[in-house]
């Protein structure tokens, strides 16, 4: 190969490069754009409230809103093997009175295992819709999880903000930045994954 059609390689391959950042970058500037800001239907009643665990203010919001009538049963999906109702409802300092409409999942350890934990009790319960309690960022992936693993349920989100994401100015902030940044890639990833052979499928993506 002579000089001038390696540098013509190295030119396109930098070309490319930059393509693809640019075309991340407007990704990005879209997933952000789909990241809820409110709760867009707060006082719909649903079957069941599923809480997907990664904070404490996710399980307080799921208990608040089973504690006014929003749905029959509370499922928090992804719970740590070990910790029972009880145990959770004092790390939520909430009282007990609600155990009875509470049910743990245990098997799931990412938004996947959420997706099918959560399809399999809803089946088991005869349920039909359900809230969907998880962090902002991470409510534009667990839609579309959902959405593929309950094709026939009717799926209203219900986002919680974190303190971090609270600020309007929070896009300065390099920590937040590379949170939302590495779910939008975990997005990305799961958009494509119905396209991409099992034997190339990433495995365990967090959350």
Request: with cysteine; charged share 15%.
């Amino acid at each position: 190969m002579t000089g001038t059609a390696v540098r013509r390689s190295l030119n396109l391959a930098a070309w490319l490069i930059v393509a693809l950042a640019v075309l991340w970058l407007i990704g990005l500037w879209r997933f952000i754009a789909t990241m809820p800001n409110a709760v867009a239907d707060p006082e719909r009643h649903t079957d069941a409230i599923v809480v997907l665990t990664g904070g404490r203010l996710r399980v307080e919001s799921g208990l608040q809103l089973l504690a006014e009538g929003k749905a029959q049963k509370l499922f928090v999906s992804g719970v740590h093997p070990g910790v029972d109702v009880a145990e959770l409802l004092r790390a939520a300092h909430q009282e007990g009175n609600a155990a009875c409409c509470i049910e743990l999942g245990y098997s799931a350890d990412n938004t996947i295992g959420n997706a099918r934990e959560t399809a399999a009790w809803m089946k088991a319960q005869g349920f039909h819709s359900l809230r969907l309690v998880t962090a902002s960022y991470h409510m534009p992936r667990s839609l579309l999880e959902f959405s593929r693993a309950m094709p026939d349920v009717e799926i209203i989100p219900h986002p919680v903000f974190p303190e971090i994401l609270r600020s309007s100015s929070w896009w300065r902030s390099p920590l937040v930045l590379n949170l939302v940044g590495s779910e939008y890639n975990k997005y990305l990833v799961t958009l494509i994954r119905p396209l991409l052979p099992a034997a190339i499928v990433p495995q365990g993506m967090s959350e």
